[in-house]
């Protein structure tokens, strides 16, 4: 993701302005990720092996499912944010929530994307109406749905209230998609790793944990990132208004004092 940057505005002290969303500890986090990404190719396709059945197309199982569990947190997220927006009418929480759920609607593609993948070398088709998958492609429009809300044109508390409706609607489906293999007769497969003793090679565990954590931190790093850039843009909001108000005021003035 590309660091944004902002030039001094009028009417903002140049020192207080922010001119990066990032920060030494965004940056450190940063870091931190890309390291996590490099261990996770190495492990992922160097040391842990074949699975039995299913061959090398297990290897995608080290960034599916860290997808989808980051995806739940993400809609998660978005959801806690817009319960505190109808509660308190937060601006903080409307930012984080905008920004998960936008985060959400990519790690959401990316689940589809692997899990078709992985489904071609496995069911022999890239695509069923199998109801973990149709209850997945439900979410994701679900979720561009929430970003259509958000576009509308709008005053700030109306747009944050029906975004925090639509958010709180989407979430609704993540239970149906945990649990429709469980519902449901299903092709796709039941919770691998479930227990305390998970019956998976330590290679394989291991790979795992280190998706799992590369995808939850590199979900903050971009949760942080967006955030600061939706704050900018309601500081840009506020300036501009601020300005359109300040020349309407001084129209009306010249016109008072240019009549008879």
Known sequence: ????????????????????????????????????????VLLGLVTSPAERVQGEAVRLFYVHVPTSTVMFLAVGVAALGSIVV???????????????????????????????LWGRPTWGVYWVWDARLTSTALLFILL????AVRALPADRTTRARRCAVAALITSLNVPIVHYSVDWWRSLHQP????????????????AFAVGMATYLLGYLWLLIHRFRVGWLEEQVADLGLGDALAERRAEGLADAGGAP
């Open 1 to 40: 993701m590309t660091t944004v940057t902002t030039e001094p505005t009028r009417g903002v002290d140049v020192d207080d302005a922010p001119r990066s969303t990032g920060s030494p500890a965004t940056r450190a986090l940063g870091a931190v990720v890309l390291a996590l990404v490099g261990l996770l």
């Open 86 to 116: 109808l509660w308190k009418g937060s601006v903080f929480w409307d930012l984080v929530a905008a920004a998960s759920a936008e985060i959400a609607v990519v790690l959401t593609g990316l689940s589809l994307v692997t899990g078709m």
């Open 144 to 147: 561009l749905g929430y970003q």
């Open 191 to 206: 919770a691998t790793i479930s227990t305390l003793d998970p019956k998976i090679d330590d290679a394989m565990l291991v």
